[in-house]
């Protein structure tokens, strides 16, 4: 019985859906304002080969949930393109407690630019708790390197990092972000994104820019942060490769911008940064890796621990 009433309900939902199908499929298809805005606002630019020392910088974690308790492992790293590490990388393997009901206690901004606090009640899941460590170790790792090499490229994103700080470990996350903002060596890369700051659109910039054109260019933009300024870009480095979303602290001229895409383009590998792809694979901790912790842990006969979490 329970066995028809699942696919009852399936049946339910693949008829709303059908119901629903062209407003869905015209959110994703008809754009053709927006794809003519994305076309007209795109720079084609061919980068040159400018060759600058470069390091990549990048973090993981994973976890295995228990029965009132997880373990949890974090990695860090920042490599150069022939390998070599610009900082001691970092790890951290230990147990921490579920989340419970804990004091928030942070700051935002009024209308005015100025800093409030703000106190609230609320949880920290693990997986946040965790991307709050791996931030941690990521600027720690910037700042390490930063006098070893031309510029940092951090995967993921610096506007990100302003959003929450009503929590008191994403308000360090927030002064993390404001400490990077001090460097222009400092640039951070996402090959997606979900902001719709420039076009307005129903779906992502990043959606329609990649839709509207093929050639190698970008388009750029200063979007705030508080009071702060961040260059944003959106960039091709060759043809038919796949759209870099590029932020970097402070407002960049067209030149700046330019001379930034000619350096990624010799250290990339169809369309993204290669040292990147390294810090990547040198840093992931894969679900093998999670049992294989548990089993040295002996934890491996513990109850609720038979899924990883995260991979």
Same mark, same amino acid.
């Given at each position: 019985?329970?066995?028809?009433?699942?696919?009852?309900?399936?049946?339910?939902?693949?008829?709303?859906?059908?119901?629903?199908?062209?407003?869905?499929? =015209?959110?994703?298809?008809?754009?053709?304002?927006?794809?003519?805005?994305?076309?007209?606002?795109?720079?084609?630019?061919?980068?040159?080969?400018?060759?600058? %020392?470069?390091?990549?910088?990048?973090?993981?974690?994973?976890?295995?949930? !228990?029965? +009132?308790f997880?373990?949890y492992?974090?990695?860090?790293?920042?490599?150069?393109?022939?390998?070599s590490?610009?900082?001691?990388?970092?790890?951290?393997?230990?147990?921490a407690?579920?989340?419970?009901?804990?004091?928030?206690?942070?700051?935002?901004?009024?209308?005015?630019?100025?800093?409030? =606090?703000?106190?609230?009640? +609320?949880?920290?899941?693990?997986?946040?708790e965790?991307?709050?460590?791996?931030? +941690?170790?990521?600027?720690?790792?910037?700042?390490?390197?930063?006098?070893?090499?031309?510029?940092?490229?951090?995967?993921? %994103?610096?506007?990100?990092?302003?959003?929450?700080?009503?929590?008191?470990?994403?308000?360090?996350?927030?002064?993390?972000?404001?400490?990077?903002?001090?460097?222009?060596?400092?640039?951070?890369?996402?090959?997606?994104?979900? =902001?719709n700051?420039?076009?307005?659109?129903?779906?992502?910039?990043?959606?329609?820019?990649?839709?509207?054109?093929?050639?190698? +260019?970008?388009?750029?933009?200063?979007?705030?942060?508080?009071?702060?300024?961040?260059?944003?870009?959106?960039?091709?480095?060759?043809?038919?490769?796949?759209?870099?979303?590029?932020?970097?602290?402070?407002?960049?001229?067209?030149?700046?911008?330019?001379?930034?895409?000619?350096?990624?383009?010799?250290?990339?590998?169809?369309?993204?940064? !290669?040292?990147?792809?390294?810090?990547?694979?040198?840093?992931?901790?894969?679900?093998?890796?999670?049992?294989?912790?548990?089993?040295?842990?002996?934890? %491996?006969?513990?109850?609720?621990?038979?899924?990883?979490?995260?991979?």
């Open positions: 019985m329970l066995w028809s009433k699942s696919i009852f309900m399936l049946f339910e939902v693949y008829d709303y859906a059908l119901k629903q199908r062209e407003k869905i499929i =015209s959110k994703v298809r008809n754009a053709r304002d927006m794809l003519e805005d994305a076309r007209r606002r795109w720079v084609e630019y061919e980068p040159l080969q400018e060759r600058r %020392s470069i390091a990549g910088v990048d973090s993981s974690f994973n976890y295995i949930v !228990y029965k +009132g997880y373990l492992a974090i990695a860090g790293v920042s490599i150069t393109s022939d390998g590490f610009l900082a001691q990388p970092k790890m951290e393997v230990d147990a407690n579920l989340p419970q009901a804990q004091e928030k206690v942070g700051y935002d901004y009024d209308g005015n630019g100025n800093e409030v =606090s703000i106190d609230d009640k +609320g949880f920290i899941s693990p997986r946040n965790l991307l709050a460590k791996c931030i +941690g170790v990521e600027h720690d790792l910037a700042i390490k390197s930063m006098d070893k090499a031309d510029y940092i490229l951090i995967d993921g %994103s610096l506007l990100a990092r302003f959003y929450d700080r009503r929590n008191r470990r994403f308000v360090a996350v927030y002064e993390y972000a404001k400490e990077l903002m001090k460097s222009s060596k400092v640039l951070f890369i996402a090959k997606t994104s979900a =902001s700051a420039i076009l307005k659109g129903n779906l992502a910039d990043i959606y329609y820019f990649s839709r509207a054109t093929l050639n190698a +260019g970008y388009i750029l933009s200063v979007q705030k942060a508080g009071n702060d300024d961040i260059t944003v870009v959106y960039a091709r480095l060759k043809q038919c490769t796949p759209i870099l979303k590029v932020e970097m602290p402070g407002e960049r001229s067209e030149q700046e911008v330019r001379d930034i895409l000619n350096m990624l383009y010799p250290e990339s590998i169809s369309g993204y940064p !290669y040292v990147l792809r390294l810090a990547h694979e040198r840093c992931k901790i894969s679900n093998d890796d999670m049992l294989k912790l548990a089993d040295l842990l002996g934890l %491996s006969i513990e109850e609720g621990g038979r899924d990883v979490l995260n991979e």
